[in-house]
């Protein structure tokens, strides 16, 4: 890995600091400010001795012994004694120590020890100390390049992530190792989690929808090619080998169509700024429902309309009336002769309901969980079906924002719920 990101890093914040001190050290130099600590050590330590020699040269040997002897003396330190004779004005200075003597001849002297700064050169704005220049090279370096690692590592453990994806591993997880980080890079791992979740449960679905797919499309193939066979060693059941040909042809066609339907409500919604009146639309469904329960001896029973208030949905009512199409057959399929099937709107806050609710066998336990799968047909399961009503009847509640389940009722049969957001009605 080409860790341009890591030198971007290092080297900018590397200079951030070097940059830092320099302005420091600049500030110092323009504003002249001087460190007091000097003085005050000066003030505390070497005064009361300096004083108290000062003192007993001025009483021993008077005044002009004292200035003789602080002529000897070499600068800066000549320049911190001073001695006052009585009556004598002066300006007091900040660090000043003042201690007393007295003459030979009875005068009484002031002694005053003034802390002054050691004079020198002024710096200039790039005479920064040596130990400011290590540092800013050595510490800002380190804490530089610790920085750049902590923020670059997980970055390129989301590369290797993504490349890892790229070549087919839908399996590889970043979270657990993150460590304990609790930042935006975690977060986005946990992203890359979830969307490599995602496209693996697609992939795997799609696996599983082509090798039903082939299942089932295997059994009219090898009857067609049967029949075929047939009719080439007896031309005298010609038609009847057409009518299986045309029979078998129309089963794999309606299967198709069904895919088709599936596909459709995988892509979700053409037009989500459509919407359609949810009330109306089921009561259409059970009014075509009831020419086909009819033959079967069943009855679905549905609350009459009175005029109820316009439950509105957005999005397609084409594939939503499908769904519950789909549904409806379902029950009218596992419906004993004389039963009823009961189709109801639950309104809920921002959501409604519509519930199927038939008196059939209802579903065994261990396959309620595998009931919205494409080809999924139970132990009570009619011939005739494919197994993918009540699958394209979840992607479509899928693609409108709702959800789907099914449970058996506690008196039988099988109970299969919708739930979908509402909408305002569009001014």
Same mark, same amino acid.
Request: charged share 25%; proline share 6%.
């Given at each position: ?145 610790? !920085?750049?690692?902590? +923020?670059?590592?997980?970055? #390129? &453990?989301? %590369? =290797?992530?993504? @490349?890892? /994806? $790229? *070549?087919?591993? !839908?399996?590889?997880? +970043?979270?657990?190792?993150? #460590? &304990?980080? %609790? =930042?935006?890079? @975690?977060? /986005? $791992? *946990? ?237």
């Amino acid at each position: 890995m080409r860790q341009r990101l890591f030198w971007k890093i290092l080297l900018g914040f590397w200079f951030t600091f070097i940059a830092i001190i320099e302005g420091l050290w600049i500030y110092f130099v323009v504003f002249d400010v001087q460190p007091k600590h000097v003085e005050r050590f000066l003030a505390d330590q070497a005064a009361p001795a300096q004083i108290a020699l000062a003192a007993r040269i001025v009483e021993q040997q008077g005044p002009a012994a004292f200035r003789e002897a602080l002529a000897g003396l070499q600068p800066p330190g000549r320049d911190r004694l001073s001695l006052w004779p009585p009556g004598a004005v002066r300006a007091a200075g900040e660090f000043e120590v003042v201690g007393t003597a007295t003459a030979p001849d009875g005068t009484r002297y002031e002694i005053v020890y003034e802390p002054r700064a050691v004079p020198a050169r002024k710096p200039g704005p790039f005479d920064i100390p040596p130990f400011m220049v290590v540092l800013a090279i050595i510490g800002g370096l380190g804490f530089s390049a610790a !920085l750049a690692w902590y +923020l670059t590592r997980p970055i #390129g &453990r989301l %590369r =290797d992530g993504f @490349a890892i /994806l $790229a *070549r087919g591993d !839908l399996g590889y997880r +970043l979270a657990g190792r993150m #460590g &304990r980080r %609790r =930042d935006e890079i @975690a977060d /986005l $791992a *946990r992203d890359f989690d979830a969307m490599a979740e995602r496209l693996q449960h697609l992939v795997e679905a799609r696996d599983r929808l082509l090798n039903d797919v082939s299942h089932e499309l295997r059994s009219p193939l090898a009857r067609l090619q049967i029949s075929i066979g047939l009719a080439r060693q007896n031309p005298g059941r010609f038609d009847l080998v057409l009518d299986r040909i045309e029979d078998e042809a129309g089963r794999i066609d309606a299967m198709v169509g069904e895919l088709l339907s599936l596909a459709r409500a995988e892509n979700g919604l053409a037009d989500k700024d459509s919407y359609f009146d949810l009330n109306s639309l089921v009561r259409a469904v059970v009014a075509d429902a009831r020419f086909e329960a009819e033959p079967a001896g069943a009855v679905i029973h549905c609350p009459p309309d009175d005029g109820a208030e316009d439950v509105l949905v957005a999005g397609d009512a084409g594939l939503m009336r499908r769904a519950i199409e789909n549904i409806l057959r379902n029950a009218l399929r596992h419906t004993p002769k004389g039963s009823a099937i009961s189709v109801t709107l639950e309104a809920r806050p921002g959501w409604v309901e519509v519930v199927v609710a038939d008196e059939g066998r209802g579903v065994a336990e261990s396959e309620l969980e595998h009931l919205f799968r494409p080809f999924a047909r139970g132990a009570h399961g009619a011939p005739d079906g494919y197994g993918l009503g009540l699958a394209i009847a979840q992607r479509a509640v899928l693609s409108h924002g709702g959800r789907i389940s099914g449970a058996n009722r506690p008196q039988g049969g099988l109970e299969v719920r919708i739930s979908l957001p509402v909408v305002e009605a569009p001014i």
